[in-house]
Nanobody
Framework: QVQLVESGGGLVQAGGSLSLSCAATGSIVRINAMGWYRQVPGKQRELVAD???????NYAGSVKARFTISRDNAKNTVYLQMNSLKPEDTAVYYCNADAVSILLGRKDYWGPGTQVTVSS
């Protein structure tokens, strides 16, 4: 079993910055890709950015050049640095990990979510 614990988020004015982090704990054999998704009420959850174990990254067009995803494989942690935030970035942000655990093998895991609110 793998647990994802997110931290960061909160309230910020437009143009400001926030950082999110997500640590994976548990009986981890290996973590493949990790990523951040976001969801607003009434809409589908959407990919913000993801990163492979080899640190190849992928971003949604709406956040490219403003957000940076990174990871520390030794700490099983993924980070999201969000700059030049806009009100439309307001959402619940979820951490995701494609991980292999001792008991369950390969599985997709989600964190509980953290609220990011950008005021205009």
């Amino acid at each position: 079993q793998v647990q994802l614990v997110e931290s960061g988020g909160g309230l910020v004015q437009a143009g400001g910055s926030l950082s999110l982090s997500c640590a994976a704990t548990g009986s981890i054999v290996r973590i493949n890709a990790m990523g951040w998704y976001r969801q607003v009420p009434g809409k589908q959850r959407e990919l913000v950015a993801d990163i492979t174990s080899g640190s190849s990254t992928n971003y949604a067009g709406s956040v490219k050049a403003r957000f940076t995803i990174s990871r520390d494989n030794a700490k099983n942690t993924v980070y999201l640095q969000m700059n030049s935030l806009k009100p439309e970035d307001t959402a619940v942000y979820y951490c995701n990990a494609d991980a292999v655990s001792i008991l369950l093998g390969r599985k997709d895991y989600w964190g509980p979510g953290t609220q990011v609110t950008v005021s205009s």
